[in-house]
């Protein structure tokens, strides 16, 4: 437990260290809402009656907690460049709470950063009520968990950071692109569809449509027993990958 | 009592066979030296005994537990410092300690005393609350020292602990390690590849091309290799000689004047030769076998600090030391 306790505090304080960090991270979801939310606007006839900004934005919260959950398990590869993994992985700190422990601290960190985005919500014409923050809020911290349970798989055997645009080119971006975030999943072709439906973000992104639009892809159940899978798989696998490494 | 007991490990990378069939022991509060060149295997031994890399065969305890079957009590016994810096540079020196305490289950009432003294023994405590990224070298490596203590280990583990500091600060690290074995008693298993500095360890196990090639004192290996020679000055050289020759019999010479004497052990002899003798004496010098020259007669070859390979250069010649 004190184990757990140091290496999600060890976030914390390295999230809190790094404040430039927060602000740039604002930046690409600011562009996302007003600039293509924007432009596109127009050209967009969705569904549920809302206007395409209003529609992206429960993707674009998605899509800050996903960027900022992977990048923080991805950070065990720096940890691994820089000696520090070694110091943890020698100690008799049980390979349960190592895992579990990054995957809480960067999941809170994701859901500080995801949170901050609401402040945009008024601007998208979403008025906030308290009962939406308090879901909202379960909600980023389930993807957050899930997505950064999913970093620590891919970064367990990662061993450069040349892998880290290949992450980011050929896992983070396509996650994004076929979750339903930017557009809706109705009639897009099938082999996208299929896609879309192996993706775990697409459904922690339909559990924020259900919080925040009056449109959803999927019924709550399904979102939640989904997501709950892919969280207890990826979580179950980072252990896996950490216990075999010794 | 052995601390460390090992027998047969092994350990092949691909085609390079780094560790061939290691056996040994090492007691309890002594200061054990694993000397050998690059690439010798120095850290790939450790790490087998650190349970940080599995070994290919063989078996032992170490600090009194399985190497195979009880990693975790193996583990919370040791206290480590590697090769290459491990700390978390975007932390304070104070953070790093904390964190330690915290995996290695130090009690919460005991946490802030332990880590206040370990940063007063190795004379950080003023600097505790600065990140970890503003220290030097010879700082972080005392920081590692009293990280790798915390949690009171039966044995600490420093591998290779002066490597790419300035020789002064390398003297400095020797001071805290002997400090530590006088204070607390504990074993030290180090490596090195300074042979002036393996002089330091009470007993060394030289080892090449994965093998181990000799176990002893440092003074018995440098017997190994030859006699102390004595040069002595006086006014009266030319008697001296005989004078030797009739007491002790061994055959001295005289060189320039001065009277050359190879004999097993100067610091018996000299005295032995001054109390007797009816002659002045000017000065005296000796010289001893170096392990250079023990490694030198072991293995035909000079151990060469091969520049480049062993400093503690950052980022990707890291890389390949960890997996
Ligand atoms: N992870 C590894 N993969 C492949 N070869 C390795 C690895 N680690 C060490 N070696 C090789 O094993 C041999 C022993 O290395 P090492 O134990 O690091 O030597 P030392 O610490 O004595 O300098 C060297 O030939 C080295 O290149
Ligand atoms: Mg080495």
Same mark, same amino acid.
């Given at each position: 437990?004190?184990?757990?306790?140091?290496?999600?505090?060890?976030?914390?304080?390295?999230?809190?260290?790094?404040?430039?960090?927060?602000?740039?991270?604002?930046?690409?979801?600011?562009?996302?809402?007003?600039?293509?939310?924007?432009?596109?606007?127009?050209?967009?006839?969705?569904?549920?009656?809302?206007?395409?900004?209003?529609?992206?934005?429960?993707?674009?919260?998605?899509?800050?907690?996903?960027?900022?959950?992977?990048?923080?398990?991805?950070?065990?590869?720096?940890?691994?460049?820089?000696?520090?993994?070694?110091?943890?992985?020698?100690?008799?700190?049980?390979?349960?709470?190592?895992?579990?422990?990054? +995957?809480?601290?960067?999941?809170?960190?994701?859901?500080?950063?995801?949170?901050?985005?609401?402040?945009?919500?008024?601007?998208?014409?979403?008025?906030?009520?308290?009962?939406?923050?308090?879901?909202?809020?379960?909600?980023?911290?389930?993807?957050?968990?899930?997505?950064? +349970?999913?970093?620590?798989?891919?970064?367990?055997?990662?061993?450069?950071?040349?892998?880290?645009?290949?992450?980011?080119?050929?896992?983070?971006?396509?996650?994004?692109?076929?979750?339903?975030?930017?557009?809706?999943?109705?009639?897009?072709?099938?082999?996208?569809?299929?896609?879309?439906?192996?993706?775990?973000?697409?459904?922690?992104?339909?559990?924020?449509?259900?919080?925040?639009?009056?449109?959803?892809?999927?019924?709550?159940?399904?979102?939640?027993?989904?997501?709950?899978?892919?969280?207890?798989?990826?979580?179950?696998?980072?252990?896996?990958?950490?216990?075999?490494?010794? | 009592?052995?601390?460390?007991?090992?027998?047969?490990?092994?350990?092949?990378?691909?085609?390079?066979?780094?560790?061939?069939?290691?056996?040994?022991?090492?007691?309890?509060?002594?200061?054990?030296?694993?000397?050998?060149?690059?690439?010798?295997?120095?850290?790939?031994?450790?790490?087998?005994?650190?349970?940080?890399?599995?070994?290919?065969?063989?078996?032992?305890?170490?600090?009194?537990?399985?190497?195979?079957?009880?990693?975790?009590?193996?583990?919370?016994?040791?206290?480590?410092?590697?090769?290459?810096?491990?700390?978390?540079? $975007?932390?304070?020196?104070?953070?790093?300690?904390?964190?330690?305490?915290?995996?290695?289950?130090? @009690?919460?009432?005991?946490?802030?005393?332990?880590?206040?003294?370990?940063?007063?023994?190795?004379?950080?405590?003023?600097?505790?609350?600065?990140?970890?990224?503003?220290?030097?070298?010879?700082?972080?490596?005392?920081?590692?020292?009293?990280?790798?203590?915390?949690?009171?280990?039966?044995?600490?583990?420093?591998?290779?602990?002066?490597?790419?500091?300035? @020789?002064?600060?390398?003297?400095?690290?020797?001071?805290?390690?002997?400090?530590?074995?006088?204070?607390?008693?504990?074993?030290?298993?180090?490596?090195?590849?300074?042979?002036?500095?393996?002089?330091?360890?009470?007993?060394?196990?030289?080892?090449?091309?994965?093998?181990?090639?000799?176990?002893?004192?440092?003074?018995?290996?440098?017997?190994?290799?030859?006699?102390?020679?004595?040069?002595?000055?006086?006014?009266?050289?030319?008697?001296?000689?005989?004078?030797?020759?009739?007491?002790?019999?061994?055959?001295?010479?005289?060189?320039?004047?001065?009277?050359?004497?190879?004999?097993?052990?100067?610091?018996?002899?000299?005295?032995?030769?001054?109390?007797?003798?009816?002659?002045?004496?000017?000065?005296?010098?000796?010289?001893?076998?170096?392990?250079?020259?023990?490694?030198?007669?072991?293995?035909?070859?000079?151990?060469?600090?091969?520049?480049?390979? $062993?400093?503690?250069?950052?980022?990707?010649?890291?890389?390949?030391?960890?997996?």
């Amino acid at each position: 437990m004190a184990a757990l306790w140091a290496i999600f505090y060890r976030e914390l304080i390295r999230y809190w260290r790094e404040k430039i960090r927060i602000i740039t991270s604002l930046v690409q979801p600011a562009i996302w809402l007003f600039v293509m939310g924007g432009g596109m606007g127009a050209a967009f006839n969705g569904p549920g009656d809302v206007s395409y900004r209003t529609f992206i934005f429960p993707g674009i919260v998605g899509m800050t907690v996903l960027f900022s959950a992977i990048f923080s398990s991805i950070s065990i590869v720096w940890d691994r460049e820089f000696g520090f993994l070694k110091e943890v992985l020698v100690s008799p700190a049980s390979r349960e709470s190592i895992v579990l422990g990054k +995957a809480l601290g960067g999941a809170t960190t994701a859901v500080i950063q995801g949170m901050i985005i609401l402040i945009f919500a008024p601007a998208v014409g979403i008025n906030l009520t308290f009962s939406m923050v308090v879901k909202a809020f379960v909600t980023m911290y389930f993807i957050a968990l899930t997505m950064a +349970a999913f970093g620590i798989v891919i970064a367990a055997r990662m061993q450069s950071m040349q892998g880290f645009q290949f992450v980011t080119n050929f896992i983070v971006m396509p996650l994004f692109f076929l979750s339903g975030a930017i557009y809706p999943l109705k009639g897009i072709p099938g082999w996208l569809a299929a896609l879309a439906a192996i993706n775990p973000l697409a459904y922690g992104i339909d559990l924020l449509k259900h919080v925040f639009l009056p449109y959803h892809e999927y019924s709550l159940t399904t979102d939640i027993a989904v997501m709950a899978g892919f969280c207890v798989l990826f979580l179950f696998l980072g252990i896996l990958l950490f216990k075999k490494d010794g | 009592m052995a601390v460390i007991e090992v027998t047969g490990l092994t350990k092949r990378f691909k085609e390079v066979e780094a560790v061939k069939g290691v056996d040994l022991t090492v007691y309890e509060g002594e200061v054990f030296g694993f000397l050998g060149p690059n690439g010798a295997g120095k850290t790939t031994t450790i790490s087998m005994l650190c349970t940080i890399l599995k070994p290919d065969g063989g078996q032992g305890h170490v600090a009194g537990y399985n190497l195979w079957r009880e990693k975790d009590k193996v583990r919370q016994n040791i206290g480590l410092v590697f090769q290459d810096p491990t700390l978390d540079r $975007n932390l304070t020196a104070y953070e790093n300690l904390w964190f330690h305490a915290l995996i290695y289950s130090i @009690p919460a009432r005991e946490r802030r005393e332990r880590i206040e003294m370990v940063l007063k023994m190795v004379e950080l405590y003023e600097r505790k609350d600065n990140l970890v990224q503003t220290f030097s070298g010879g700082m972080k490596r005392r920081l590692e020292i009293a990280r790798g203590l915390l949690h009171h280990p039966k044995i600490l583990f420093l591998d290779e602990p002066t490597v790419g500091l300035d @020789p002064q600060t390398r003297v400095h690290i020797w001071e805290y390690i002997h400090k530590i074995r006088k204070e607390k008693g504990i074993t030290i298993f180090l490596t090195t590849h300074y042979m002036d500095e393996a002089e330091n360890c009470d007993r060394i196990a030289v080892i090449d091309q994965g093998k181990i090639i000799a176990l002893d004192t440092p003074d018995n290996l440098k017997q190994m290799v030859g006699n102390n020679i004595v040069y002595i000055n006086s006014p009266e050289a030319a008697g001296i000689v005989p004078f030797i020759k009739e007491k002790f019999n061994f055959e001295a010479k005289l060189v320039k004047n001065q009277v050359v004497v190879e004999v097993k052990e100067a610091e018996t002899f000299i005295p032995a030769l001054l109390q007797d003798l009816p002659f002045p004496v000017t000065s005296v010098a000796i010289k001893k076998p170096t392990l250079d020259d023990v490694f030198l007669k072991l293995t035909g070859r000079e151990i060469r600090d091969e520049l480049g390979e $062993n400093h503690r250069t950052p980022g990707f010649s890291r890389r390949r030391r960890w997996r």
